[in-house]
């Protein structure tokens, strides 16, 4: 997708702040951090929502929850605890239509989000 700003970081013609990235999956600082450690976990492939999550996806998302699993292990929270958590479409308040697992942590979390 030519538009996508998660794309162009994919592709580097913008930049990112990347901690992990295998063939499949790339993980990046979010440029306005809601908690001492916020990253982003994008399949390089695009899909614009979870709903549009494909059954041949599977494995793809599952990579995206082993690296959520072994970032937060380099970022010292996976002890402490952390959120992983993706916002699908206008209520959830996603704002970038390229799925992304928000890793926050650093911080107490309260529940229910808002
Ligand atoms: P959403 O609201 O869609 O769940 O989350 C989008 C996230 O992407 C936000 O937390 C926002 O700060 C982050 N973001 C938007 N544009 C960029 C960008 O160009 N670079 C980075 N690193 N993060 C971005
Ligand atoms: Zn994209």
């Known amino acids: 997708m030519?538009?996508?700003?998660f794309c162009k970081i994919v592709s580097g013609d913008?930049?990112?702040d990347i901690v992990y990235?295998?063939?499949?999956?790339l993980a990046f600082r979010d440029l306005n951090p809601q908690a001492?450690?916020?990253?982003?976990?994008?399949?390089?492939k695009h899909i614009s929502t979870i709903n549009d999550i494909q059954p041949?996806?599977?494995?793809?998302?599952?990579?995206?929850y082993l690296a959520a699993s072994q970032i937060?292990?380099?970022?010292?929270?996976?002890?402490?605890?952390?959120?992983?958590?993706?916002?699908c479409?206008?209520?959830?308040?996603?704002?970038v239509f390229h799925i992304h697992l928000?890793?926050?942590?650093?911080?107490p979390m309260s529940w229910p989000p808002g």
Do not use: F, S, W
Request: glycine share 12%; proline share 7%; hydrophobic share 35%.
């Open 72 to 87: 937060a292990k380099q970022e010292g929270i996976a002890e402490p605890g952390y959120r992983a958590v993706m916002n």
């Open 36 to 44: 001492p450690t916020h990253i982003l976990i994008i399949p390089k």
């Open 2 to 5: 030519t538009d996508c700003i």
């Open 102 to 107: 928000h890793l926050l942590g650093g911080r």
């Open 21 to 25: 990235q295998d063939e499949d999956v």
């Open 89 to 95: 479409n206008r209520e959830a308040g996603q704002t």
């Open 14 to 16: 913008i930049p990112g």
């Open 56 to 64: 041949e996806d599977a494995e793809l998302i599952g990579k995206m």
